[in-house]
């Protein structure tokens, strides 16, 4: 488990402001069978301590900003890819995190719908001042992770990492994964590892069509939108295959 520390500054007093966990790397990492290689993890208990919570909406700019991230990352991958696509929210799988957001549990679920969606998480002590701050850490995994180009696949892909994990990488940068929505929830009392966190900020992240297949690779690497599918009709915008629809920014939010 690598801890992610941030820095916060108000006035002349600077402090560290909170900490940033990863939902990957524990010795509780286990494998769903019949779900990619999207890990399941045994939810941390105790007898005698109660969760709570508080329901934290994402706001608009928080979405803006959450799908511009993704889409820089996505735009700027080396080496390039020729297939990457344009990412939007989508609601329906939003609802989906926030539900699972709600329990402040920290493990990946719900299983029955780790079959069909990729998912990320983060969790934070305290609150934040930039919901990038919980993102971050799943793109600073690309300093571990080296492309695995064909003749290093099978079975390598996409697990090609020299660090603890890559996987929550490889995930925004999986090539036609194309639909992202996303929940945060103020935890009380939540189990992270074993150790209770007073207070924690719980970010979840789900994806369709999920990332991550043993033996694929995230992209396939050539002239950027080279390699579009069909239904993109040609359609090219900063390196990814984008939908041929002309509207305004906030039509990506389905």
């Known amino acids: 488990m690598r801890d992610v520390y941030f820095l916060s500054c108000a006035v002349l007093l600077c402090g560290v402001s909170g900490r940033v966990v990863n939902s990957t790397g524990s010795p509780q990492l286990q494998h769903q069978s019949g779900s990619g290689s999207t890990p399941v993890m045994k939810p941390d208990s ?22 511009d991230y993704h889409n820089q990352v996505r735009a700027s991958v080396f080496p390039p890819a020729a297939n990457m696509e344009y990412m939007v929210w989508d609601n329906n799988l939003a609802r989906t995190a926030e539900a699972w957001a709600a329990t402040c549990v920290w493990a990946h679920g719900p299983a029955y719908l780790l079959q069909f969606y990729g998912q990320n998480l983060s969790v934070r002590t305290g609150g934040y001042q930039s919901i990038l701050q919980l993102l971050k ?18 079975p390598s892909c996409p697990l090609l990492c020299y660090g603890p994990m890559c996987t929550h990488y490889t995930q925004m940068v999986w090539a036609s994964t194309s639909r992202v929505g996303c929940a945060v929830q103020t935890c ?38 080279s390699a579009c599918p069909s239904s993109y009709g040609g359609a090219c915008s900063n390196n990814m295959c984008f939908p041929p629809v002309q509207s305004n920014y906030m039509y990506w939010f389905k």
């Open 46 to 67: 105790s007898p005698g301590v109660r969760r709570a919570r508080r329901k934290r909406f994402i706001t608009q700019r928080d979405m803006v900003a959450i799908l």
């Open 188 to 225: 009380y009392n939540m189990f992270v590892w074993g150790v209770l966190w007073t207070e924690a900020t719980f970010l979840v992240c789900n994806y369709s069509p999920k990332g991550n297949w043993i033996g694929e690779a995230p992209y396939r690497v050539g002239v950027p939108c």
């Open 137 to 154: 850490p799943w793109y600073d995994e690309v300093n571990d992770y080296v492309f695995p180009y064909p003749r290093l696949c099978n």
